[in-house]
């Protein structure tokens, strides 16, 4: 059983910024890569970022290239996703994720276990 738990989010002005955590703990893998996912109100979830174990490979949505950051430390089974220039369309809530076959996707499919997710409100 593997417990992936996310912290951070709040209410940020437009222009503003939010970092957020994820943790994993429990029966943990020996390399895994994690995710984040975020999904508005009506709309389906989408892809935000991704981070390999050894943090060597990373993927972002082209909505968020250049604004967000995503990093992690390994010794805490931790990932950070640092959310910069925030904008009211960012508005959702964020789940994290993790594939224990370390796979970097886009593909909400090859994570394993899920997040109950953070809320990220942007106001205008």
Known sequence: QVQ??????????????LRLSCAASGR??????????RQAPGK?????????WSGGSTSYADSVEGRYTISRDN?????????NTLKPEDTAVYYC???KDNIV?????VYDY???GT???VSS
Do not use: C, D, H, P
């Open 44 to 52: 389906e979830r989408e892809f935000v970022s991704a981070i390999s």
């Open 97 to 99: 994720a993790v594939s």
């Open 105 to 109: 996707s886009s593909n909400g499919n």
């Open 114 to 116: 899920w997040g109950q």
């Open 75 to 83: 010794a805490k089974n931790t990932v950070y996703l640092q959310m």
């Open 119 to 121: 809320q990220v409100t």
């Open 4 to 17: 992936v738990v996310e912290s951070g989010g709040g209410l940020v002005q437009a222009g503003g910024s």
């Open 28 to 37: 943990t893998f020996s390399i895994y890569a994690m995710g984040w996912f």
